[in-house]
């Protein structure tokens, strides 16, 4: 599966913002989805993240309240709305998937990513 994230800008700081993740090639319903996210000079970290059956998505804490990831029906495209946006959400963005039925935390544990969008929060 190919993955392709867009949605990424420059906003400000308590504002919010959408990314898209458009799979081609197949659908992600076979696939445990998630979002990960990589600071400028800093490691990738885990977002948000759900299962292929669909189950209770899990959140990173810097994460929880704030952002939701979820999945269109026709489950080929995932998206992460993210609201009340920080300066500290700074990052590249990045989509992931993985074709088991459990949301790995560490970013070795996903095959298919997309290629990252920039998302800037000013103060």
Request: glycine content about 12%; some cysteine; charged content about 15%.
């Amino acid at each position: 599966v190919q993955l392709q994230a867009s949605g990424g800008g420059l906003v400000q700081a308590g504002d919010s913002l959408r990314l898209s993740c458009a799979a081609s090639g197949r659908t992600i319903n076979s696939y445990s989805v998630a979002w990960f996210r990589q600071p400028s000079g800093k490691v990738r970290e885990f977002v948000a993240g759900m299962t292929r059956s669909g189950g209770r998505p899990v959140y990173a804490d810097s994460a929880k309240g704030r952002f939701t990831i979820s999945r269109d029906n026709a489950k080929t495209t995932m998206y992460l709305q993210m609201n009340s946006l920080k300066p500290e959400d700074t990052a590249v963005y990045y989509c992931a998937a993985v074709n088991i039925g459990i949301v790995p935390r560490t970013p070795g544990s996903y095959p298919y990513w997309g290629q990252g969008t920039l998302v800037t929060v000013s103060s």
